[in-house]
């Protein structure tokens, strides 16, 4: 479970700054915004105090648009209240600023902004991923705050036809909410207009990424075209499957630095899936917010630990290789150059044993120091894991079962997978247990020599293994992206 990077910094205001907003927040609970105060007193302004917030794109990411997104639905100005679009602007990054006073008693919000002012989004807010490209959006992107898995079943009667409308249309609102336009299609019966469920924020780093399951090419009539790469992955041990949380037609994987853009996408993408294609079964998880750390760090998963040291990194010289499926001899899988297979896993974490074990036993579970990542061979977080070194009692520093040592590729023959996951928490159960986990995303461009070997290794005396539980799988084999006037799949489904 060794591959998620955090990356949004967010700026922290100086000493003055922040002393001069406590000072206000005092005379406001004091009452000096009383009825004697002018309107102009009861405002709280941040012209010279507004701070920055840094994109944070690692190299290879996904291009972001450092300009401020198209305003819409700004309130009028001089109407004396505060817009949804300006309360964004200077405090959609709360971490950046916390320039939102609640007045005593609650009944009145001061915002950091003039009524007359037009703030621009945030960073979060105003970043934008491409839809267009040589792939698709959301595999190599960085990791964003929330994220929702859905898969459909296509419905009964509809084939290649139906399938290849679906993803036109699929491809085009993909392209519009990526963008933060809205999806209203401008229907004469009123019936397509947007949700309005995002008006206000901007793209917020939205992706919106298709994949094609197994039995898509039966339902299709493209059996021929199917990949070897999509035959069914092999039974492990320690498997729990729910057959009815698993595989699907079609997989969508969204993701968004923002709840409700990111609930935005899925609803729009549920909504045009009709009467083509029926949800199979969906998956809601997160990550940590943009900003949420003093400087960009390795996210850490629902057990604690650095969760992504080791992933491929887009700069190394074999990550083409590793991820994306190349251009082949075979005409019958052209439409998959460029593309890669996601293999996902829901993957519950039994957190109630887990926490039992002292930090000392959880760190020889996974093999590194559970405070910042390190290896326990010695070190930093980036430190190379030196899987012969020994302590002076002669005992392996990195116990020979570790999961860190079983999944790590010098013990695989260099097998690899980009991975790109988010946690989940599915509720409480009746008898207290926590549903609660990782929705284990990774990408290669061959599971053969990806996710199956490694599992295998890991099914077979992984230290980890008494500690979660996966229950849920599913294979998709994901497009290339869609050139310019294009669709996602189109070279397959108009072959």
Partial sequence: MEGRRDRAYVGHRSDDHRQEREDRLSRIVSGNSSKKSSPRSRRTTAGNGRT????????????????????????????????????????????????????????TGYAAARPDERTALTTVG???????GKHQPGITTPLQARGHLVA???????????????????????????AGEPTDSGSADGTAHDTGIALDAGPSSLTITFGFGGTFFERTGLVDHRPPGLDPLPPFSADH?????????????????????AFHALRAVQKEAAPAARVRWQMNGFNRSPGATAQPMTARNLMG????????????????????VPAGTDTKYDWLAGGSYAVVRRIRMLLDDWEKLPVQRQE??????????????????????????????????????????????EKNSGAAMLRRPFSYHDGIAADGSLDAGLLFICWQADPLRGFVPVQRKLDRGDALSPFIRHEASGLFAVPGG??????????????
Wanted: hydrophobic residues 35%; positive net charge.
């Fill in 152 to 178: 459909f079943d296509l419905a009964p009667g509809a084939g290649r036809k139906e399938a290849a409308v679906l993803m036109r249309r699929w491809s085009d609102v993909a392209r519009r909410l990526m």
């Fill in 305 to 324: 630990q650095v969760d992504g040291t080791n992933n491929p990194k887009p700069a190394d010289s074999d990550f083409g290789r590793r991820v994306f």
């Fill in 364 to 409: 020889q579970v996974i093999g590194r120091r559970k405070k910042d990542g390190a290896p326990l061979s010695g070190g930093t977080e980036t430190t190379a894991m030196d899987l012969d070194r020994a302590g002076p009692d002669g005992k392996l520093l990195i116990p020979d079962n570790a999961h860190a040592r079983i999944s790590s590729p």
């Fill in 241 to 261: 499957i729910d057959a009815k949380r698993s595989n699907g037609d079609l997989w969508v994987q969204i993701g968004a630095d923002d709840a409700l853009v």
């Fill in 52 to 107: 920055s917030v840094g994109d944070g794109n690692g190299k290879g990411g996904a291009g972001r648009s450092k300009g401020n997104a198209p305003s819409k639905g700004d309130g009028t100005p001089g109407s004396g209240s505060i817009s949804r679009r300006r309360l964004l602007g200077t405090a959609g990054a709360a971490g950046a600023t916390g320039l939102v006073l609640g007045a005593a008693g609650g009944a």
């Fill in 126 to 132: 105003a970043a934008q991923v491409t839809f267009h």
């Fill in 482 to 495: 869609a050139a310019d006037g294009e669709y996602v799949g189109q070279r397959l489904l108009e072959s």
